[in-house]
């Protein structure tokens, strides 16, 4: 899979819009962006994933540069329940058909301030 | 509602011994996969299994063993020969994901367990 670069660490004020990117510059055309969080002593949640197009779901959008050689996760009203880990992972979409493992890399902790 | 479960939440293992990790879902998902995380890093696959009575090595299967004769039960056991079992431990799954190119299941989302976190005594 292809490597994407996060920031080590981002901070917030509650109730403010954030804007986490990820970059990604060796995408290939089938590799799908997906993200994840982590929030302490929990297992990975599932954020949102897109390919091409600006996505967006209960929980955040997705914005999805032109070129697709970066994304940005947007939580539009972040709360104390939003201090996490947020994972950026590319997975391409032509699995060789072997189940498909998740690719973390460190990721960006995300600290919301009251 | 439906979900993953992993159990227990904190085990200690002593030297030579075995200690088996417990994964169930009731997702009603096919493939089913043990994560081991370190602190401050990512996680790295040590089993995967994509159907009942079928299972593959991950990137760091050494000394460990899984079984999968349940679709929603996917135990790890942590062997002795595992030197460095101090860890983080996660199961997840998802949807089967198996097929040629441009599988449109190849893409579908992990759901995780809250983890065990496992010690040495």
């Known amino acids: 899979d292809a490597k994407t670069t996060q920031p080590n660490s981002m901070e917030s004020n509650e109730e403010e819009p954030v804007h986490l990117p990820c970059n990604h510059s060796?995408?290939?055309?089938?590799?799908?962006i997906h993200w994840y969080r982590q929030l302490p002593s929990q297992g990975p949640e599932y954020v949102i994933h897109?390919?091409?197009s600006n996505v967006n779901n209960r929980m955040a959008s997705l914005a999805i540069a032109e070129d697709r050689k970066s994304s940005t996760l947007i939580l539009h009203r972040a709360t104390l329940r939003d201090a996490a880990v947020y994972y950026c992972?590319?997975?391409?979409?032509?699995?060789?058909?072997?189940?498909?493992?998740?690719?973390f890399g460190s990721g960006t902790q995300l600290t919301v301030l009251p | 509602d439906g979900g993953i479960t992993q159990s227990p939440k904190y085990l200690f293992r002593k030297e030579g011994q075995n200690v088996t990790l417990s994964c169930e879902q009731n997702l009603n998902h096919d493939a089913m996969y043990w994560y081991r995380q370190d602190p401050g890093q990512g996680l790295r696959l040590i089993y995967y299994?994509?159907?009942?009575?079928?299972?593959q090595k991950g990137d760091i299967a050494e000394g460990y063993s899984v079984s999968r004769e349940k679709k929603e039960s996917f135990p790890l056991t942590v062997t002795s020969a595992q030197k460095n079992p101090t860890a983080f431990y996660l199961c997840?799954?998802?949807?089967?994901?198996?097929?040629?190119?441009?599988?449109?299941?190849?893409?579908?989302?992990?759901?995780f367990g809250d983890g065990t976190r496992l010690s040495i005594l």
């Open positions: 299994s994509q159907i009942v009575n079928d299972f």
């Open positions: 992972i590319l997975r391409d979409e032509r699995s060789s058909g072997s189940a498909r493992q998740l690719t």
């Open positions: 060796t995408i290939s055309g089938t590799d799908y």
């Open positions: 997840a799954s998802s949807i089967g994901n198996w097929g040629g190119a441009f599988n449109r299941y190849s893409n579908q989302p992990q759901h």
């Open positions: 897109g390919l091409t």
